[in-house]
Each structure stands twice: as C-alpha cells, then as structure tokens.
Nanobody, 124 residues
Framework: QVQLVGSGGGLVQAGGSLRLSCAAS????????MGWFRQAPGKERELVAA????????YYQDSVKGRFTISRDNAKNTVYLQMNTLKPEDTAIYYC?????????????????WGRGTQVTVSS
C-alpha cells in the first residue's frame, strides 16, 4: 500500500501563486506516474498535470500550460505542483494521485492511490 499526503492549498488572490506538495510513504517503489487532479463543485475530477517516474515525461491540461509546473523528487518520494498566475477558475480541491502503470498515466482510472485533497481558492 501507498499513502499520499497532500498539502499547500489555501486562499490566494488572482494572479498569485501556490505550491502544492504530496509526500508518499509505504510501498513507494511501486509508483510510476504521479499526477495532480482537481475537482470543482458540480464538476468531474480532471487531470491537471502528471509526471513520469523518470521525470522525462510530463503532461499538462491545456488550461494550465505555461502557468503550472509539476516536479518530483524521487529521493524524497515527493511530488510538487507550482501554480503561478492563478485564476478564479482554478478554484477546486486538488488531489495528488499515484499510478502503477508503466507509462505516463493521463486517465483517472490509471491511478490507484489518492491523497485526501487540499482546497485551493482563488479570489477575483
């Protein structure tokens, strides 16, 4: 089993920045891709960004390209999401997730492990 604990959410004004962190523990050797998802009220959970275990491959949702950066430190079993130039539409609960599939996972169904979520609120 793998446990994921996300942190770093909060309230920020539009144009501001936040950095989310997700620490993994347990059988972390089984993890491949790591991702950040978000879910706004009344909407489906969507993938924001993902990164392969090798760090060579990343994925970003079109709406966050150029503003968000995903990174990971395998030695610390931690994945980060740097969010800049935040917009009100970025407001959501953000979840980190871990996949065991052997490729850059971009589908919700590919992720086995989930953190509890951290609230990000961007005021206009």
């Amino acid at each position: 089993q793998v446990q994921l604990v996300g942190s770093g959410g909060g309230l920020v004004q539009a144009g501001g920045s936040l950095r989310l962190s997700c620490a993994a523990s347990g059988y972390t050797f089984s993890l491949n891709a790591m991702g950040w998802f978000r879910q706004a009220p009344g909407k489906e959970r969507e993938l924001v960004a993902a990164i392969s275990r090798s760090i060579e491959s990343t994925y970003y949702q079109d709406s966050v390209k150029g503003r968000f950066t995903i990174s990971r430190d395998n030695a610390k079993n931690t994945v980060y999401l740097q969010m800049n130039t935040l917009k009100p539409e970025d407001t959501a609960i953000y979840y980190c997730a871990g996949s065991v599939v052997g490729r850059l996972a971009v589908s919700v169904k590919d992720y086995r492990y989930w953190g509890r979520g951290t609230q990000v609120t961007v005021s206009s």
